[in-house]
């Protein structure tokens, strides 16, 4: 078998890649988040290191090794992932993968929280995460941009609408629902959406190890690299 040598064509590109869940507070032991593994941003930090990219992965808490060549900057909540990629700025390309946790609680309670009397519930009060992706997309000098849409439905409307909405130059809509890919698993599906001359274009990625998947993703993406 043929060895693997990989092409250099992210030599000398920065590219910042964010990856995993966020984790926010509620009190000093309890959080909310979500199922992300980070394996797809860990597998495209991966592919562009060996590609010849200077990587940062700004990482939400993974149980993953930092793939060779990589800088790797830990956080935990979407505040925190926030900063750590406005520090990492300026780059060529930028690849949200991370699953950004929408809301964090309103206050961060000082001590643990107490059941308390009330017997019938609770309610807590969630505010609006910042959106890193868009807040990247938005600024003068901006990078290339590519964001996920993980979708149980109506995949590619939805990931359509996060293109425009974001303002982002190609998006990876993966179809969650489906049995054994995308969430933990070690492989998934996705398609590739993008717009040219005023057309949204696609691109179907069959369903593959997310180490491959990756390679597909940087294959169509360097062709498109200003
Ligand atoms: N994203 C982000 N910051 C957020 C939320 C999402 O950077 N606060 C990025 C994700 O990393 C991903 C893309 O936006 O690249 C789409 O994430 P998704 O959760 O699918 O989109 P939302 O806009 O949050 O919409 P919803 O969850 O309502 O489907
Ligand atoms: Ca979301």
Redesign the pocket.
């Known amino acids: 078998p043929a060895a693997a040598i990989s092409t250099q064509d992210l030599a000398g590109r920065r590219v910042v890649i ?1 990856a995993g869940p966020t984790r926010e507070a509620l009190d000093p032991v309890r959080y909310l988040s979500n199922h992300s593994s980070g394996k797809m941003g860990y597998a495209l930090a991966a592919a562009c290191a060996a590609r010849g990219a200077q990587v940062t992965l700004v990482s939400g808490p993974v149980a993953l090794a930092t793939p060779p060549g990589v800088a790797r900057v830990d956080v935990l909540s ?1 505040c925190e992932m926030l900063a750590a990629v406005e520090a990492a700025l300026p780059c060529e390309l930028f690849i ?7 809301y964090r609680a309103a206050s961060v309670a000082e001590h643990k929280l107490k059941k308390g009397d009330d017997t019938s519930g609770m309610t807590l009060e969630l505010v609006r ?6 807040t990247v997309a938005a600024r003068s000098e901006r990078p290339f941009c590519v ?5 149980t439905q109506a995949l590619e409307t ?1 990931a359509g609408d ?1 293109l425009s909405r ?1 303002r982002l130059d190609l998006i990876v809509a993966n179809d969650v629902s489906q049995a054994g890919l995308g969430f933990g698993s070690d492989d998934n599906a996705a398609t590739l959406l993008w717009r040219e001359a005023d057309a949204v274009r696609r691109q179907a990625l069959p369903p593959q190890p997310k180490t491959a998947l990756a390679t597909a993703i940087l294959d169509h993406l360097v062709t498109r690299l200003p």
């Open positions: 964010t979407a949200g993968c991370a699953a950004v946790a929408d995460n910042p959106d890193i992706v868009a964001g996920f849409a993980a979708e939805h996060k974001k």
